[in-house]
């Protein structure tokens, strides 16, 4: 009888390989409910903000507010796989289902908390839910659902809510002379009122030294970042989608204590220049195909992403509309107020001159050009949702001009955000195996035309 010995247990790696310094930020993120919570039982004052692009975040912060972000939780309910109560409570209390899901979620978590539960947190709510808010900060920027959705929100709680307006306009009309002057202008009048209001309803003075403070860290996370991403471009990358979508609050909300998110940026930019420095992949199997993920992504599906790690897609960016572009220079500017106008502006018009020089009207379709190539995309992954149609509109524009001037096919995969009854991994999976050749294909036209992808 021979000594047989059982073979050791090989502990199977996840098809995508997280970044460590991921973790932290995330956990920033958690505590900024914990934080809030127990601001709440202590009486303080609570924020539920919306994304506003840091124009409303500084002032809040600068005045010592606990903020959460419904978008946020909204992604947190759909990752937990709790999202569905709720999606159905707004329906129950009238609300479209073709509506935005965060909204969705977010006005049937409202509905539970302040119609069934006697204002108490619904039990089921994840993370230990979201306090009950005592100002709501809705925003004008990109779609109208933005600022309805708060409006809603403001009548379950009886709470203020203050809307924050940002110019959105096409190439030719936001290029016009003299234009970003005036649009400074406005944006300076409209931060002195929300100060003001700020002030009166919370009885207190704004503290500008510290929004001076904070404005300086911000601008150095988004650098930091932006940093991060430019190392994506090299082969293999480095960072996969789902890492960005998993750390991305303490930039794209200013989510944490901003002091410490800044430091764990730093850690993920050294650790990503590490991976470069030693072609280490995301991905623990070859990068055989270097994707772009265009608009928001299936937060209820994310181990999906595993399955096309496991077929060698490597996920190279995503979702413009969550990244900080490089911030501008603002050395010169010195009322902090202005500063903000400017930081903030810089995300809606930092790539129309380029768009104007192509002679495309819509700005994100030359975003997703600019995406492509410096990334140098086989592909791109199209995610439309009937319920966000201000990330969708632009996606056929996308498909048409990637494929006419780079040669990129896309895949069009129709999905929600936060309702994962409409989407179809075995399907989608399907159809990714199909799309392998057709990126084969326009990899020899690419390089018949002599581009170098
Ligand atoms: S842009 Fe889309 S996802 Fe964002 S709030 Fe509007 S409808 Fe919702």
């Known amino acids: 009888m021979s000594d047989s010995v059982a073979p050791a247990k090989t502990e199977q790696k996840r098809a995508i390989n997280r970044l460590k310094s991921m973790y932290p930020l995330r956990n920033l993120v958690a505590q900024d409910y914990i934080n809030t919570l127990q ?44 999202a569905e109560p709720f999606l159905d409570a707004s329906d129950s209390d009238g609300f479209p289902t073709h509506m935005c899901g965060y909204g969705r979620s977010t006005i049937g978590y409202s509905f539970r908390m302040m119609k069934q539960n006697d204002g108490k947190i619904p039990p089921e709510a994840p993370m230990g839910g979201m306090a009950k808010p005592t100002l709501l900060l809705g925003s004008g920027i990109i779609c109208d659902a933005r600022f309805k959705w708060f409006q809603a929100l403001s009548r379950y709680f009886d709470a203020p809510e203050w809307c924050l307006e940002m110019p959105m306009m096409g190439t030719f009309e936001g290029t016009e002379p003299d234009l970003e002057e005036y649009q400074v202008k406005f944006l300076v009048r409209e931060l002195r009122d929300f100060i003001a209001f700020l002030e009166k309803l919370l009885g207190k003075k704004m503290d500008w ?25 090299v082969s293999p990358c480095p960072m996969h989608s789902t890492d960005f979508w998993s750390s991305m609050p303490p930039a794209l909300f ?54 096309l790690a496991e077929m060698g897609w490597n996920f190279v960016y995503e979702s413009y509309g969550y990244h900080n572009p490089r911030p501008p220079d603002l050395s010169k500017v010195s009322d902090p107020v202005e500063k903000l106008a400017r930081l903030s502006r810089n995300f809606v018009f930092n790539v129309h001159p380029y768009a104007k020089a192509d002679g495309i009207e819509n700005p994100i ?21 009937i319920s966000c149609r201000a990330a969708s509109a632009g996606l056929r524009s996308v498909q048409d001009q990637l494929q006419k001037r780079l040669d990129v096919p896309t895949l069009w995969v129709e999905g929600d955000i936060i309702d994962k009854r409409v989407f179809n991994p075995q399907e989608t999976l399907a159809r990714a195996e199909a799309f392998e050749q057709t990126m084969e294909h326009y990899r020899k036209v690419r390089k018949s035309r002599g581009l170098d992808w």
Not at 209 to 233: F, Y
Request: hydrophobic share 40%; aromatic share 12%.
């Open 39 to 82: 601001a709440s039982n202590e009486g303080k004052p609570t924020v539920w903000a919306m994304l506003n692009y840091w124009e409303g975040d500084l002032p809040l912060k600068a005045m010592g507010l606990n903020i959460v972000y419904p978008e946020n939780y909204s992604t947190l309910m759909a990752s937990s796989g709790t």
């Open 254 to 307: 200013f989510a944490g204590d901003m002091y410490e998110a800044l430091k764990c940026y730093q850690d993920m930019l050294t650790e990503v220049q590490e991976r470069v420095k030693n072609k280490v992949a995301a991905i623990n199997y070859p990068e055989k195909y270097r994707i772009v993920f265009a608009e928001l992504p299936p937060w209820h599906s994310l181990k999906f992403f595993d399955n």
């Open 365 to 385: 379709v030359e975003t997703y050009l600019r995406i492509a190539k410096g990334w140098k995309a086989d592909g791109l992954f199209l995610h439309p949702l």
């Open 209 to 233: 030294a510290k929004l001076e403070e904070l404005i300086e860290v911000g601008i150095k996370i988004h650098e930091t970042c932006w940093q991060i991403h430019e190392l994506r471009k």
